[in-house]
């Protein structure tokens, strides 16, 4: 059985989506157990030498000033979950929901959250045995943590709420019945350590970010192909172009580019054609670079979340420190960016499916058929291209830049964080099918033009998508085509043969 060993500083990318799409069991490596043990003894000792302190001995929010005897300790847990699942909207899918778990988990295991180590086991075993927790999507402020998702999180780990077992959902204490796992009786600091974290925008936008990598790809081989569809002029790509104006993304958009069009016969250089494309052929690594340099930014502040302590109190060696490191802004305007960034692969793409569909443009039939007015081919995935890249502009609105003061005023400052990272995996999704309707266009126009040699990572593209999709030829429902496109981007099965050395 393949595990992944958490010790709460060297989570990645890919031991989340082997977690939560994988299968990959969790286990705790030694050092965290010590860790969660230390930690766990401070707050108890806390509690005996009657320090006040921040949600051990006290309410929570606007009632932090109410001291909270030690037999009320586990009423008050009790209660803390059970007022704050007020969540709304569909449940998270599972993989959202593993991931939210996991880094829970992560965050736990770095011993400043003061819970007992059978309660993070508990936990882990719900990821392990497959109790996945119903969490519904909306509801968290993202600040003072995800709060509401969070608690739903933690009703079946208590015997509440809903979880789904085997595909099936019913009530929580059933769930975990039948995976053999048995409820915690949450003790003190116990509710504040489960709940107050960021792990739910967290668990969406790193989801999201690790295929948005994957698209990335994707991006330039639906340019590459497009490219050769339109007979684009490669030296728009020279390596002194890029170098002169030396953003990284831009460089390796460039370089790729050059690479997947390697012994191209179809297409042409400056001055043999013409003298210049347009923008949406000639600026691809300005445009999908700085989504490229984008996304490497976000996955800096990602990497550091995912291995963070985002509790309140944090438990230092003398005492429990009150602080906001459960406020979710450094995240809020990552998954804003990272929204912002990937609309523009689609805007792009959009632009470039215009360009093959246009007879004025691309000096192919017109919709990309023969037998125009009697057939009408690819008109309409434009014009669906175009509905998704509008509602990507809606969409990209940052949500940072709201807030609405919430508990009395107390928390007068929140991040809509997971408000964020809801929109870009929508974003997300409408990128990955205008992409789809792209690599269908350009390999239909490829057809029309004569194809030729192509390149060394286009020829692979191209007989990769006519394997599950052929030309057209006449009309027929092309909705069933776009999702073989699309499952296509989703399994991987086009990059990994195109790059199958690369991460």
């Known amino acids: ?27 705790l490596c030694p050092d965290a157990q010590n860790d969660i043990k230390k930690s766990r003894e401070k707050v108890d000792q806390f509690i005996e030498s009657g320090k006040t302190i921040y949600g051990i001995t006290t309410g929570f929010g606007k009632f932090s000033d109410v001291n909270i005897s030690k037999e009320d300790s586990f009423i008050l847990q009790k209660n803390l979950i059970i007022t704050h699942a007020v969540g709304s909207g569909n449940a998270l899918p ?10 829970r988990v992560n965050a736990l295991a770095k011993g400043y959250s003061g819970i007992r180590l059978s309660t ?8 392990n045995k497959g109790v996945h927790p119903v969490i519904p999507e909306k509801g968290s402020l993202g600040a003072s943590g995800d709060l509401a998702p969070l608690s739903h999180m933690v009703l079946p780990l208590i015997g509440l709420g809903k979880a789904e077992y085997e595909g099936v959902i019913m009530n929580g204490e059933e769930a975990m019945k039948r995976a053999g796992i048995q409820p915690v009786k949450l003790v003190a600091k116990e509710g504040l350590a489960l709940i107050n974290g960021t792990q739910v925008m967290t668990a969406i936008g790193a989801l999201t970010l690790y295929d948005t990598l994957q698209i990335s790809k994707i991006a330039d081989i639906a340019a590459a192909l ?10 728009a790509l020279d390596h002194r172009v890029h ?14 580019m050059l690479e997947l069009l390697k012994g191209s016969q179809m297409t042409t250089v400056q001055g043999e054609l013409r003298v210049q494309d347009a923008y949406s052929i000639r600026c691809t690594p300005q445009v999908h670079g700085a989504s490229k340099d984008a996304f490497s930014y976000i996955e800096e502040k990602v ?30 305007l990552a998954f804003d960016f990272l929204g912002i960034a990937l609309a523009e692969l689609a805007d792009i793409s959009e632009r470039r499916i215009e360009r093959l569909v246009n007879p004025s443009l691309s000096g192919l039939p017109a ?8 057939n009408s081919g690819f008109m309409i995935v ?13 969409l990209a609105h940052p949500a940072s830049v709201d807030s609405i003061p919430s508990s009395a005023n107390q928390e007068d400052h929140v991040s809509m964080g997971t408000i964020g990272a809801r929109k870009a995996l929508e974003i997300y999704k409408n990128v990955r099918r205008v992409l789809a309707m792209e690599l269908m266009c350009a390999c239909q126009a490829i057809d029309l033009r004569g194809k030729r040699k192509l390149g060394e990572g286009t020829e692979i593209a191209y007989q990769t998508l006519r394997n599950i999709v052929k030309k057209l030829d006449d009309d027929r429902e092309l909705y069933e085509d776009i999702n073989q496109c699309e499952q296509l981007i989703i399994s991987e099965v086009l990059t990994s043969q195109i790059y199958p050395n690369k991460a």
């Open 94 to 103: 599972n993989d959202i929901v593993r991931g939210i778990m996991l880094l």
């Open 367 to 374: 919709f990309l058929v023969e037998k125009g007015g009697l």
């Open 243 to 256: 170098e002169v104006r030396p953003h990284m993304g831009q460089i390796v958009t460039a370089k790729n």
């Open 1 to 27: 059985m393949k595990k992944v060993c958490i010790d709460g500083n060297h989570l990645t990318l890919q031991n989340l989506v082997d977690v939560c799409r994988k299968g990959y069991q969790v286990e």
């Open 382 to 394: 434009q014009y669906s291209a175009a509905a998704l890249v509008s509602e990507n502009k809606i």
């Open 303 to 332: 990497l550091i979340e995912m291995n963070s302590v985002t509790d309140n109190p944090i438990i230092f060696e003398e005492t429990g420190i009150s602080g906001g490191n459960f406020h979710g802004q450094p995240m809020a």
């Open 120 to 127: 993070v086991q508990a936990l882990i075993d719900m990821i």
């Open 226 to 235: 497009t490219f050769e569809a339109v007979n684009g002029i490669t030296t």
